[in-house]
């Protein structure tokens, strides 16, 4: 058994008493309240602590990043926490160190930031949340990742609808429809990035979309850097769009209203919207294929590798086949 088989079988059998072990070993005392919270990615877990608010700690899994990518990640949150944009920071051990290690596992522990999902209602909402997504971006402007993805089309398109295809996870008799509309689809993806031009390239939240921002009395808060990556500003504001292109449109413009208070905005970004969108259903559909072995996944993603949901798939890409030829969204 090689090693890095080994520590996906440890990260898939992490215990109480081990999660505990690691807590005590940042220097917190948990009093026996344990609960696991919803990671799929990872492996996060809220433990109440004596005498103190409890945290939450995210065990990584193995092999996915770097220690360096990590820190990068933890150094991004506390840049931006310490410009007062409201991020869920990792917390510093007296050292000041915020990554460790235990028992062969990864981990950091964070402050516990309750809060609801927003339901981002009308415009003013919108409005908030482009402010703060624009306050990300401006601390995102000042410097790059160097150890942190980029997201591109052949990382996102190419490789992933490849990987699909060469692990067999597509019916026999679905293979060549889903391959030969993937085949026509990048290129129309590639010809929107050629309408967008050259872009401005920088750190991201990565994975802003609704679940990962949670609303308080006092506004959002940005929860889960775990995907941050480099790329356009609108990857950041386009998976908080829905409904007709009418009401995008108007979301669009309430969170540029917002945005651009704090960060310039490059409207031939709007080009990149579908693009994106497309994208990262053929990202998401690789990523179940690459963690199926991780037994979290057949459990929580029943419906994945069946013939219905490839079929579901081929009709939401022919879907968005349409919707790539379609002018971009309008911002004045």
Not at 227 to 249: F, H, K, Y
Not at 305 to 315: A, D, G, M, T, V
Request: aromatic share 12%; proline share 6%.
């Amino acid at each position: 058994m090689d090693n890095n088989h080994t520590e996906e079988q440890g990260f898939y059998n992490l215990g109480p008493d081990t999660i505990l072990d690691a807590v005590e070993l940042f220097g917190l005392w948990p009093n026996g309240s344990m609960l696991a919270l919803n990671s799929y990615e990872n492996r996060v877990y809220r433990l109440g602590i004596e005498e103190a608010a409890p945290v939450v700690v995210k065990f990584y899994r193995p092999g996915r990043w770097s220690d360096e990518a990590i820190l990068e990640e933890h150094a991004f949150a506390l840049e931006l926490a310490e410009a007062e944009v409201p991020v869920v920071a990792p917390l510093r051990d007296d050292n000041g160190e915020t990554l460790f290690h235990h028992a062969g596992h990864r981990f950091t522990v964070f402050p516990c930031q309750g809060g609801r999902m927003p339901e981002l209602s009308g415009g003013k909402d919108y409005e908030i949340l482009g402010r703060f997504i624009g306050r990300i971006h401006a601390i995102g402007r000042i410097r790059p990742f160097r150890h942190r993805p980029t997201i591109t089309i052949e990382s996102y398109g190419h490789e992933s609808y490849q990987f699909l295809l060469e692990k067999g996870f597509l019916p026999a008799e679905l293979n060549l429809a889903y391959r030969s509309l993937v085949e026509d689809i990048l290129p129309v993806i590639e010809a929107c990035f050629q309408r967008a031009g050259e872009v401005d390239q920088i750190r991201l939240h990565g994975d802003c979309h609704p679940s990962n921002v949670l609303w308080t009395e006092t506004g959002p808060h940005f929860v889960d850097l775990d995907d941050c990556r480099t790329g356009p500003a609108i990857q950041d504001l386009w998976m908080l769009l829905n409904g007709s292109r009418a009401e995008m449109t108007m979301q669009i413009g309430d969170l540029l209203e917002g945005y651009t208070e704090f960060c310039d905005f490059n409207p031939r970004e709007l080009h990149l919207v579908e693009a994106l969108r497309t994208l990262r259903m053929l990202y998401y559909s690789a990523w179940l294929g690459r963690r199926w072995e991780d037994p979290a996944f057949p459990r929580n993603f029943p419906w994945f590798n069946s013939q219905q949901y490839w079929e579901q798939q081929i009709l939401a890409l022919r879907e968005q086949f349409a919707l790539l030829d379609e002018p971009r969204l309008v911002w004045d």
